[in-house]
């Protein structure tokens, strides 16, 4: 017995010193990390898809060729279109802000005067234009902010090496990819590979379906949004579509931050109440589509995990890692969640659970 539970604990101290050393390795190099884990990310989305091919006798090098060129086609021509576009709108709506804010005050001024015992006229026009500077102060930040990371020479540098090495890093690892998965299996200690590669093909299982489901989920939200909007007649109605839907894999705060942008948008554009409720009425079809048939249909529960853990996950990977925390996250959470689920099986069929011994 006492032989038994040395060996498990020295196993559990030899996987904790390799996971510790494997997230310095991770923190110390996360620089250089980006276009890799880009890469791998979208050699997993996309290794199905080849798979298929070499089903249809297409040689997985000529797939992986033929898929990665095309994916990157496609990225290339939406940002050649997304950049311009956005820095246009972006520019155009620091110049209108000063008087959106005037026209947000005359369409609230009226519920303002209800309160007017309780709040004077001069304290609610020192909030006005403390609002309106900080709104302000705000947007000229973030433009200022977006047009020097543009111009910045070391931003520049690691945008032109994410474009060039990260369709090189997908190809040969979705070329090579049953190699890697092989080569890694022969790594693992013989009494317990079969136990890991179980657990590995639970993580790939749910994580996959995740991660093709939510990529559909955020595209038809950008599409629902967007058409919304724009049949509302709202200005900037691509923009605020076209976020609301990709922060979407965000629970909940992606929604928020649209409906609150595109309804205060409306106030500041819109003179009648009427197509102020049409285009909170848009992302009310919007959050009904999401939680009603988008959701269960395309991802329903296979990740398994809590929308708060989500949220945790995205929050501390962006904190520890930056925007590579944020790509690192979900398979990061996902992982943990089956390792979890796994050892909570383990520990209520355990004698020491039900009490024997």
């Not at 060729?65 to 997304?82: N, R, V």
């Not at 930040?141 to 047009?147: K, Y």
């Not at 979890?340 to 383990?346: A, E, L, P, Q, S």
């Given at each position: 017995m006492e032989m038994h539970s040395y060996a498990l604990n020295r196993k559990f101290w030899i996987w904790s010193i390799i996971i510790i050393l494997g997230v310095l390795g991770?923190?110390?190099?996360?620089?250089?990390?980006?276009?890799?884990v880009v890469g791998l990310i979208i050699a997993y989305l996309l290794n199905p898809v080849v798979a298929r091919l070499e089903e249809v006798h297409i040689p997985r090098t000529l797939g992986s060729a033929i898929l990665i060129?095309?994916?990157?086609?496609t990225i290339i021509e939406f940002f050649l279109f997304a950049i311009p576009f956005l820095q246009n709108e972006l520019i155009a709506l620091t110049k209108r802000l000063p008087s959106y804010g005037e026209r947000i005050y005359g369409t609230l001024q009226p519920f303002l005067s209800q309160f007017s015992d309780f709040v004077s006229i001069q304290d609610v026009?020192?909030?006005?234009?403390?609002?309106?500077?900080?709104?302000?102060?705000?947007?000229?930040?973030?433009?200022?902010?977006?047009?020097g990371i543009l111009g910045n020479t070391l931003a520049l540098a690691n945008l032109?090496?994410?474009?060039?090495?990260?369709?090189?890093?997908?190809?040969?690892?979705?070329?090579?990819?049953?190699r890697f998965t092989v080569g890694m299996e022969k790594l693992l200690p013989r009494d317990q590979a079969r136990t890991i590669m179980t657990q590995i093909n639970q993580i790939n299982k749910t994580l996959g379906s995740y991660l093709r489901g939510q990529c559909l989920v955020c595209l038809c939200l950008s599409i629902i949004y967007s058409t919304g909007l724009m049949?509302?007649?709202?200005?900037?109605?691509?923009?605020?579509?076209i976020a609301t839907g990709i922060l979407a894999f965000i629970p909940y705060v992606g929604f928020l931050?649209?409906?609150v942008s595109a309804i205060g948008l409306a106030m500041a554009q819109f003179h009648?109440?009427?197509?102020?409720g049409w285009v909170a009425f848009?992302?009310?079809?919007?959050?009904?589509?999401?939680?009603?048939?988008?959701?269960?249909k395309l991802i329903g529960d296979r990740i398994g995990l809590h929308p708060v853990w989500i949220i945790f996950s995205l929050l501390a990977g962006g904190l520890l890692f930056g925007f590579l925390g944020m790509f690192l996250a979900m398979p990061v959470a996902a992982t943990l969640g089956v390792v979890v689920r796994f050892f909570m099986n383990k520990y209520f069929q355990s004698d020491f659970y039900h009490g024997h011994g």
């Amino acid at each position: 017995m006492e032989m038994h539970s040395y060996a498990l604990n020295r196993k559990f101290w030899i996987w904790s010193i390799i996971i510790i050393l494997g997230v310095l390795g991770i923190y110390t190099v996360k620089g250089i990390l980006l276009p890799f884990v880009v890469g791998l990310i979208i050699a997993y989305l996309l290794n199905p898809v080849v798979a298929r091919l070499e089903e249809v006798h297409i040689p997985r090098t000529l797939g992986s060729a033929i898929l990665i060129l095309l994916s990157f086609l496609t990225i290339i021509e939406f940002f050649l279109f997304a950049i311009p576009f956005l820095q246009n709108e972006l520019i155009a709506l620091t110049k209108r802000l000063p008087s959106y804010g005037e026209r947000i005050y005359g369409t609230l001024q009226p519920f303002l005067s209800q309160f007017s015992d309780f709040v004077s006229i001069q304290d609610v026009e020192q909030l006005k234009e403390k609002a309106s500077a900080y709104m302000g102060d705000m947007f000229k930040w973030s433009l200022s902010a977006a047009v020097g990371i543009l111009g910045n020479t070391l931003a520049l540098a690691n945008l032109i090496s994410l474009v060039i090495l990260t369709p090189v890093v997908a190809f040969y690892l979705l070329r090579d990819w049953s190699r890697f998965t092989v080569g890694m299996e022969k790594l693992l200690p013989r009494d317990q590979a079969r136990t890991i590669m179980t657990q590995i093909n639970q993580i790939n299982k749910t994580l996959g379906s995740y991660l093709r489901g939510q990529c559909l989920v955020c595209l038809c939200l950008s599409i629902i949004y967007s058409t919304g909007l724009m049949m509302a007649g709202l200005d900037y109605a691509i923009t605020i579509g076209i976020a609301t839907g990709i922060l979407a894999f965000i629970p909940y705060v992606g929604f928020l931050i649209g409906a609150v942008s595109a309804i205060g948008l409306a106030m500041a554009q819109f003179h009648d109440w009427a197509s102020i409720g049409w285009v909170a009425f848009v992302f009310l079809i919007g959050l009904s589509a999401e939680a009603y048939f988008l959701t269960p249909k395309l991802i329903g529960d296979r990740i398994g995990l809590h929308p708060v853990w989500i949220i945790f996950s995205l929050l501390a990977g962006g904190l520890l890692f930056g925007f590579l925390g944020m790509f690192l996250a979900m398979p990061v959470a996902a992982t943990l969640g089956v390792v979890v689920r796994f050892f909570m099986n383990k520990y209520f069929q355990s004698d020491f659970y039900h009490g024997h011994g």
